[in-house]
T-cell receptor, first 109, second 116 residues
Framework: RKEVEQDPGPFNVPEGATVAFNCTYS??????FFWYRQDCRKEPKLLMS???SGNEDGRFTAQLNRASQYISLLIRDSKLSDSATYLC??????????FGDGTTLTVKP | DAGVIQSPRHEVTEMGQEVTLRCKPI?????LFWYRQTMMRGLELLIY????????DSGMPEDRFSAKMPNASFSTLKIQPSEPRDSAVYFC??????????????FGPGTRLTVL
């Protein structure tokens, strides 16, 4: 079983749709959590950190459930420019990061 | 800041040749990571350093791979001898530990390696 698991998709949605991605992790000692975005043939870039209380950044909402070892990302009112691969990332307190394989999103007109 | 710098951006070589990938982290960052990304295996952590010291190299595929960080501003990943299955995009990333572990990793643009 992988340490970080994501639904690979692809998710194909129309503009304006709401889409949710899920991620589970196996290491209960994990300390911090992130969502990264990777565009085709580019490097991953931080989208947002994920806090236990949940956090929102514009159209993006991230949630963490430590008891279930589950992370989610919700994108509302999706735009064409949201098309990318979304990577779930889990850190230990030793600074090591484990990336999920990513979920591919395509937003269509 | 110029961000994480990697060179070369593209490398095409023949099987059996030595390949050296280079990385300059962001100044002041004390963690440096080397990743490999392929379609089949996704983004894999190969090795990471803290204050120039290798902390975890369990992701290094085999003895053909080696990494060094002689100082805080430079790291290399070497493959000798290279094989076609080493073809991938190799990313270097750096981060600053700071307080707690809510640490963003900044990635370089990657080196696209093709071994013929």
């Amino acid at each position: 079983r992988k340490e970080v698991e994501q639904d690979p998709g692809p998710f194909n949605v129309p503009e304006g749709a709401t889409v949710a991605f899920n991620c589970t992790y196996s290491n209960s000692a994990s300390q911090s959590f992130f969502w990264y975005r990777q565009d085709c043939r580019k490097e991953p870039k931080l989208l947002m950190s994920v806090y236990s209380s949940g956090n929102e950044d514009g159209r993006f909402t991230a949630q963490l459930n430590r008891a279930s070892q589950y992370i989610s990302l919700l994108i509302r009112d999706s735009k064409l420019s949201d098309s990318a691969t979304y990577l779930c990332v889990v850190n230990t307190n030793a600074g090591k990061s484990t990336f999920g394989d990513g979920t591919t999103l395509t937003v269509k007109p | 800041d110029a961000g994480v710098i990697q060179s070369p951006r593209h490398e095409v070589t023949e099987m059996g040749q030595e390949v050296t990938l280079r990385c300059k982290p962001i100044s002041g960052h004390d963690y440096l990571f080397w990743y490999r990304q392929t379609m089949m295996r996704g983004l894999e952590l190969l090795i990471y350093f803290n204050n120039n010291v290798p902390i975890d190299d369990s992701g290094m595929p085999e003895d053909r791979f080696s990494a060094k960080m002689p100082n805080a501003s430079f790291s290399t990943l070497k493959i000798q001898p290279s094989e076609p299955r080493d073809s991938a995009v190799y990313f270097c990333a750096s981060s600053s530990q700071g307080l707690g572990s809510y640490n963003e990793q900044f990635f370089g643009p990657g080196t696209r390696l093709t071994v013929l």
